[in-house]
Structure formats: structure tokens, C-alpha cells
């Protein structure tokens, strides 16, 4: 049977790790992906980018906070983003 998970880098792995423990629904903008993560602030764009091709990610605009205000836009993970998860992390 084939993986049916694409193949990840290691600054991929750790961008999508990074959306571990975060509630279905939930978006980070490259600066919480940053700083959840061990990826250069610099690499961020292109990594979560690569990841959203993979279908993992996937980008979403119009953005609030917990208090209800606009907070811009950002990536939050697909369905298969949330198999990976489980299979691949603790």
C-alpha cells in the first residue's frame, strides 16, 4: 500500500508540527509559525507555502482573534494536514 502522505522536508515537517495541540479551525500567521517552530523567520513564507501545495495547509484571509477583532490572514491545516498530525507526531 502506498503513503498517502507527500514527502516532507525537514523544515516542512516542523512547519506542519507546528500546528500541533491547535484547535480545528485555528490559523497562524509566518510569525506564529516562526515562533512555534525552530524555522528562521526569513524561510517561513516559502515553507508554509510548500506545505499549502502539498495540501496540508491551506490559506485563509478575513482572520479574528478570541476577542472578535480582525487579526489579517493566515494558514491553518486541511484534513490531510490533521491525518499527518496524528500519524507523524507524539
Known amino acids: 500500500m502506498m503513503n498517502a502522505f507527500p514527502k516532507l522536508s525537514a523544515l516542512e515537517t516542523q512547519c506542519?508540527?507546528?500546528?500541533?495541540?491547535?484547535?480545528?479551525?485555528?490559523?497562524l500567521n509566518f510569525k506564529a509559525?516562526?515562533?512555534?517552530?525552530e524555522i528562521?523567520?526569513?524561510l517561513v513564507r516559502r515553507v508554509v507555502r510548500a506545505c499549502a501545495r502539498?495540501?496540508?495547509?491551506?490559506?485563509?484571509?478575513?482572520?479574528?482573534?478570541?476577542?472578535?477583532?480582525?487579526?489579517?490572514?493566515?494558514y491553518?491545516?486541511?484534513?490531510?494536514?490533521?491525518?499527518?498530525?496524528k500519524e507523524h507526531v507524539a
Open 16 to 27: 506542519v508540527a507546528s500546528f500541533g495541540g491547535l484547535t480545528e479551525g485555528y490559523c
Open 33 to 37: 509559525v516562526a515562533a512555534r517552530s
Open 40 to 42: 528562521e523567520r526569513h
Open 54 to 74: 502539498k495540501g496540508l495547509l491551506v490559506y485563509e484571509r478575513g482572520l479574528f482573534n478570541d476577542e472578535g477583532e480582525v487579526a489579517g490572514a493566515g
Open 76 to 85: 491553518g491545516l486541511t484534513a490531510k494536514g490533521h491525518n499527518w498530525l
